[in-house]
């Protein structure tokens, strides 16, 4: 039994040394346009941020007073809940949730809309004027022209059909051309975003947390961290959708999903099913 354990740990060590080094080679290759870079690209790092969202938003004064990175949203009873990229407030209040979309799929104007009616139930609480609630920007990076006129950004904003004047809700989305280059800021940002290596950035805010990113040592293993740890996000998702769908015993799960028997069981317990 004790040779067992010893060859079963042995094998566990190499597996992780393997993965370790798929990481590594997986590093290299991110872009900031990648949304687990992203994830820390922006996170404790709100000049980065600020900086990013005036160049978009063509607020060259625009002062960020706090960002999170991975923002649960809080949800009413029943409704999809969301996690935001990068959610930002600025000196006047206004909030800026900031998503990166690879597929066009994700960059769907019904979830633009979503986000940005989410952000409106977390900015508005009980006894507050409706008037009270903030100015919203939802924007959308995203790898290819998704509207597919070369314009570098696309907003989107109401107005009334009848006068032919703006809403003035307060509610502003943008998508942003991630396809586009020029010698605008905004050309030379969506450069970086598409760089994989900090020598060849334009914007030295960029370039800085990029290098510690893949070069930095501790950089290097809180992306590794965070790789792992979408791994396992990814792996819970698969058990749960196979404990809702209620067709699988636990060892199957355990056995498909990569989870631990365990894991497993906690999670049957967490959803309740």
Not at 10 to 25: C, E, R
Not at 158 to 174: P, Q, V, W, Y
Request: glycine letters at 6%.
């Amino acid at each position: 039994m004790e040779i067992r354990k010893r060859e079963e740990r042995q094998v566990g060590i190499l597996t992780a040394a393997k993965q370790h080094q798929k990481d590594l080679q997986r590093l290299r290759n991110l872009r900031p346009i990648d949304d687990d870079f992203m994830r820390c690209l922006f996170k404790d790092n709100i000049p980065l941020a600020e900086f990013v969202l005036r160049i978009i938003t063509g607020k060259p004064d625009l002062l960020i007073t706090d960002c999170e990175t991975q923002k649960d949203m809080k949800r009413l009873t029943g409704a999809r809940s969301i996690c935001l990229d990068a959610y930002g407030t600025d000196s006047a209040g206004k909030r800026y949730d900031l998503e990166i979309q690879r597929q066009e799929k994700g960059a769907d104007p019904h979830r633009a809309r979503y986000h940005s009616s989410v952000m409106d139930i977390e900015n508005l609480h009980s006894g507050q004027e409706f008037k009270e609630l903030p100015d919203t920007y939802t924007i959308f990076i995203i790898e290819k022209d998704f509207y597919g006129k070369g314009e570098p950004v696309y907003p989107i904003e109401r107005i009334n059909l009848a006068t032919g004047k703006s809403f003035e809700d307060g509610e502003h989305i943008l998508y942003v051309n991630g396809e586009y280059r020029g010698e605008s800021n905004l050309g030379k940002l969506m450069h970086d975003f598409n760089c994989t290596s900090a020598d060849d950035m334009n914007f030295e805010l960029m370039a800085e947390r990029t290098r510690y990113l893949k070069e930095n040592p501790k950089g290097v293993s809180e992306m590794c961290r965070i790789m792992e740890d979408m791994r396992n996000e990814s792996l819970k998702e698969v058990a749960v959708r196979m404990l809702i769908a209620g067709k699988y015993a636990l060892e199957e799960i355990a056995n498909i999903s990569g989870l631990s028997l365990e894991e497993v069981n906690q999670l049957k317990a967490e959803q309740n099913v």
